[in-house]
């Protein structure tokens, strides 16, 4: 499902990431539906793909907070962890653009930084290979 685009004051040549829809699947060993959100980021022409579900995004901020913390720098607040109606559309939806701006102030402080790429997926090739529950999945486009 498409999400409404979030404002963005990066520059041309800074990552630009965004989360411009999610994919709700379902897991047949628990019975359960789950989101996967779809991050792309973009620098300069290149374009990768990163296919994310919450749980992942809470495993990362877990390991930015330590580094953060080393670095005496404020990490953002990522968007909480909600156990009832999770899975309405509503929720997803304002859930993926508080992702986004997460991403986009955690991108803001630390670009370079080896855990936020590989979380994005940047330099990876594609792995369409994988199950859909082995994530993380990513692809890049572009020159």
Known sequence: MSIPAVESAETADAPLVEIPEYQVHHDPNK???FAVYVIRTTI???VWTAFR???HFLSFHSAMRDRFAKEERQLP???PKRAVGNMHPAFINARAVALERYMRAVVRE???DPEVTSFL???TASTHEAKLTSFPWTFRTGG
């Open 31 to 33: 019975g359960s539906d």
């Open 44 to 46: 300069c022409d290149d």
């Open 53 to 55: 579900r919450y749980t």
């Open 77 to 79: 607040t990522l968007p």
């Open 110 to 112: 630390l670009p370079a």
């Open 121 to 123: 997926g940047i330099g």
